[in-house]
């Protein structure tokens, strides 16, 4: 178990082939994903067609989740497998529509040492 959601990390090809669900082929690609974009590549039906992956990957209390999906699950899906990878969705509105993309976490992760003293 990596995390509350996930047992395992995703194969190379299993990222791949749920990333080209979403019209990308590869994390730091550049494009806009917006409600249109998830209707013109059929993200929804073709994440069901590739549901062994994510059955395979997430833990089996939340199957719930992925058998009832929708544009705003799957962009939720989208950003629970990118934090995975110390990616994030970001969401921007330009003129009232949104798109979200996919960008490199900026944030580092503070190791503390054991018996660490702290003098002020």
Do not use: A
């Amino acid at each position: 178990m990596i995390n509350q959601l996930f047992k395992r990390y995703l194969t190379d090809i299993e990222l791949k082939r749920i990333l080209e669900c979403y019209g990308l082929n590869n994390l730091n690609e550049d494009i806009p994903i917006t409600y249109l974009s998830l209707q013109i590549h059929k993200t929804i039906n073709n994440l069901y067609e590739n549901l062994d992956i994510l059955l395979e990957v997430y833990l089996p209390c939340k199957f719930k989740f992925l058998y009832n999906l929708n544009e705003k699950r799957v962009i939720t899906l989208l950003r629970q497998i990118t934090k995975l990878y110390d990616y994030k969705v970001c969401k921007y509105v330009v003129s009232k529509t949104s798109y979200y993309k996919i960008e490199p976490n900026q944030i580092q992760k503070i190791k503390i040492k054991n018996n660490v003293k702290i003098i002020f």
